[in-house]
């Protein structure tokens, strides 16, 4: 990470969890603490991203995992720019979306990661979960977005293909926070991911400086745990074995 440069923090997690409100509040308590601030979403608001989000009973498996990809790199060429001005860009939805979704869909996991390791990497991925049970009670209310949350037990299938993901993220070097919102107003859970945020923010700021990189594991109990969960303001941050966090690649 260089001075100046912005973060880029995925916000994840199964149909019906809360990923859109979370990224329009975390923005917003993002900008009120006077940090710049963009919010963003996959697939993107473009002809390419419109394919994707509209078309997922047409587009299937590889195709699916590639159309997705394309519109990511794509999306790219908005994020670097925000992310060289310093902003902190949220996204509903990113890598790990792929990882549980495609993976789900029947891709191998590896063939999805190919397609996704050079695009921009996140620096920080929030998991949010919550019990299957709650979240499939509120998918109900709002209805399927996409044949993925049509099936009976849908949540259940994804949460457990989110969990994969996010071990899978962690191997890979990647911080994920894991955030339970089954029972905790959507405000609380924005809240505990905005003190990460910047957490994180003020340990990329001080590694600049060259001091010692180690506000965030200090601040995190349990910060290299394995992406369990925890319910409300705290929340478990991992990097990968080497402690390093995420690289973007670009
Ligand atoms: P939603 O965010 O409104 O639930 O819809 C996004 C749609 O795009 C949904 O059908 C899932 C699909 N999608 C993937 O399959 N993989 C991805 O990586 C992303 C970002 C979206």
Redesign the pocket.
């Given at each position: 990470m260089t001075a100046g440069r912005g973060l880029l923090v995925a916000i994840e997690g199964p149909?019906g969890v809360g990923?859109?409100t979370a990224t329009a509040l975390v923005t917003r308590l993002l900008k009120s603490e006077g940090l710049p601030a963009l919010a963003t979403?996959?697939?993107t608001d473009t002809d390419l991203g419109n394919l994707?989000?509209h078309g997922?009973d047409e587009y299937q498996g590889e195709a699916?995992?590639c159309l997705?990809a394309a519109?990511?790199f794509m999306h790219g060429e908005e994020i670097r720019p925000a992310l060289e001005r310093g902003e902190i860009v949220v996204c509903?939805?990113?890598?790990a979306?792929?990882l549980?979704?495609?993976c789900m869909?029947g891709v191998d996991q590896e063939f999805v990661w190919l397609l996704n390791e050079r695009v921009i990497q996140p620096d920080l991925t929030v998991m949010v979960s919550g019990q299957p049970d709650v979240i499939e009670a509120r998918l109900a209310a709002r209805g399927a977005?996409?044949?993925?949350?049509r099936a009976d037990g849908s949540s259940h299938v994804e949460c457990a293909y989110f969990a994969e993901a996010a071990k899978f993220l962690r191997k890979k070097g990647h911080r994920v926070l894991g955030v339970d919102a089954s029972h905790v107003p959507a405000e609380e859970v924005a809240r505990s991911i905005v003190a990460a945020i910047v957490r994180l923010r003020k340990d990329h700021q001080n590694h600049d400086a060259g001091r010692a990189d180690v506000q965030l594991e200090q601040s995190v109990p349990g910060a290299r745990g394995e992406a369990a969960p925890v319910s409300g303001a705290a929340a478990g941050v991992g990097a990968g074995a080497d402690g390093d966090g995420a690289q973007r690649g670009v």
């Open positions: 149909g990923k859109s979403r996959e697939p994707a989000r997922t699916m995992a997705i519109d990511r509903d939805r990113y890598i979306s792929s549980a979704l495609q869909d977005h996409s044949r993925y949350e």
